[in-house]
């Protein structure tokens, strides 16, 4: 499957390693083909997730600051049905899904019914890699239509989708007590939750506060890696992979201008790394800042779906994924680079 110029490339890389002074395992090689292979089958697949919240809380907003596109229309629906409406887009050439359902949380006069809209979420939803249950943080309660949400999701599929989910609590600066009001709505939302599924699987949901009116939250801690790290953990494995696919353009790129001791890994398109070296002080949108607990977090996740690559030790990343990425380019390259990161 793999063309000769990569297989070539491999081979010259594996012997330039053996050669230099880091001890990395001879099969280092096999590693990078067996990658290169899962990710050349993975470039096809897609991910899909499914919206869950109030009309207005932040749905929409919340999956574009994460994807780093316009790609969920901001502030347009007034629902009068319940709705499932799945939008297709590409984002690098991988496929996702985003499925939107409109009533499934708002008071509207068919309320109750609630037969019919399991009965179209079944017809119309065949798989689901992540579950997004979005809420505001600056409200107290989980309201009715919240409860009915929940129960028909948790219904409609099995409550084992649960395992699949984030809890994401948008506005985090309008918190009157920011800590205070996150725990106590994680709790009583993972309760509703736990109705159907119970305490193991609920207690287990992480809850992610975000503003996407701000780069913070209120503890004064960027939210968009927190946000990345739980979808990525809690993800189903056949979603993972297109999941670090069409994002891994945006991995690392800050880091690495701003630290020098790690390479400096732009196989990503040049002319946009160079804007971004050029002017550091700029918040941008796209820039994924990880902490150490994030980047570890995801490592354990990459490792889960790709065991190999539990042997391609600490050192090795850093030498190699780079380059290696570099090389070979793409979006391929860019997810190379980027699980390197990671590893390293
Ligand atoms: N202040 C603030 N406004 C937000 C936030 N998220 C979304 N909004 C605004 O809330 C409105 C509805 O957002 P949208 O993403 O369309 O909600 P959806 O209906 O759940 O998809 C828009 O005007 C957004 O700009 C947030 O975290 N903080
Ligand atoms: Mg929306």
Known sequence: MLNES????????????????????SSFGEILVLLIEKLQLSQDKEFVFLLAGRTGVGKSSTVNSLLGQQIATVGKYDPTTMDVQEYEHEINGVKCSIIDTPGLCDEIPEKGNNEKYIELIQRQVKQIDLLWFVTRLDESRVDGSEKQGIQIISEA???????????VFTRANNADDYLE????RTKRIRNEIAKHTGNE???????????NKSQTTPDGK??????????????TERGAIPFLMATA????????NKNSKEPNWNFYNKSESQNEADSESE???????????QKEEIKKKIIEVIPALAIAGAGVGA?????VGAAIGGVIGATIGSIFYFLS
């Open 6 to 25: 990569t297989k070539k490339l491999i081979e010259e890389l594996t012997k330039k390693l053996e050669a230099s002074k880091e001890s990395i395992s």
């Open 157 to 167: 599929f099995t409550p084992t989708v649960w395992e699949h989910s984030v809890i």
């Open 181 to 184: 009001e996150l725990a106590e």
């Open 201 to 211: 699987i609920a207690n287990k949901i992480p809850a992610v506060a975000v503003d």
């Open 222 to 235: 960027r939210w968009l890696e927190e946000l990345y790290t739980q979808v990525f953990i809690r993800m």
């Open 249 to 256: 353009s945006r991995i690392n790129k800050s880091q690495s």
């Open 283 to 293: 918040f941008n949108v796209n820039d994924f800042i990880f902490t150490k607990f």
């Open 319 to 323: 030498t190699i994924g780079g380059p």
